[in-house]
């Protein structure tokens, strides 16, 4: 009878531990498809924001474009963000790569929680079309249809278009590079009129992509 018991609690033990093996292994997959499908269904609340003009009038404050508290993002944050809540308060339109065929949301200002979901706005009043309208986004390097993670894969030659609002336009992407963190004036109006600019983190969160794109109606 001991030896059936010894036998059952072994088979048990052995059972457990595979079930864990597979957890572990299966983990990093399961997040990647859970946190694809909340990208989509982030999406649409986005499309659910009609008219924003009041929202970002409310939202033009200087400690939303500091980026004072962000912190490096994680799947699982990404996963237990509160969509719903952030679109509603920060979530603005979105921005489309066209070749690629992955929209990502826009949100106003650069705060954590709003970073969480979507590509922030590194200025106040920035507007669709003019002068050089400037975001920033984290990257989950896994899966490129998730916030910024194709940025590091954009070529000269494809098309952007963002949407905010009623208001819409297409770039044609010119430029992309690597910069430090403290080159700020790629983001500043005196780069010129009609610009789009893109920003995320390299791979190993030391830099900086930044890709450029004109405009093209």
């Not at 994680?74 to 920060?90: C, E, G, L, M, V």
């Not at 297409?170 to 004036?185: A, D, F, G, M, R």
Request: glycine residues 6%; charged residues 25%; aromatic residues 8%.
């Amino acid at each position: 009878m001991k030896k059936k018991t010894k036998s059952r609690l072994l088979n048990l033990i052995i059972l457990l531990l595979f079930l864990g093996g597979v957890y572990l292994i299966g983990r990093p997959y399961l997040f990647d498809y859970l946190n694809e499908r909340k990208a989509e269904e982030t999406l649409s609340l986005v499309d659910e924001q009609k008219d924003v003009t009041e929202k970002r009038t409310a939202l033009f404050k200087e400690d939303i474009y500091s980026g004072a508290d962000v912190t490096e993002i994680t799947k699982d944050a990404y996963q237990k963000a509160d969509a719903k809540n952030i679109i509603f308060q920060y979530g603005i339109g979105k921005v489309v790569f066209e070749e690629q065929n992955i929209a990502v949301p826009i949100v106003e200002g650069v705060s954590n929680a709003a970073l969480l979901v979507g590509a922030g706005t590194l200025k106040p009043n920035q507007e669709v079309g003019k002068e050089n309208f400037s975001l920033a986004a984290h990257r989950l390097a896994s899966r490129r249809s998730i916030l910024f993670s194709q940025l590091k894969y954009a070529e000269a030659g494809q098309h952007v278009t963002m949407t905010i609002g009623k208001n819409s336009a297409q770039y044609i992407l010119t430029e992309k590079k690597v910069i430090t963190p403290s080159e700020v004036s790629y983001i500043s109006d005196d780069e010129g009129e009609g610009l789009i600019t893109l920003i995320c983190c390299t791979d190993d969160s030391v830099n900086r992509w930044m890709v450029r794109g004109t405009l093209v109606k």
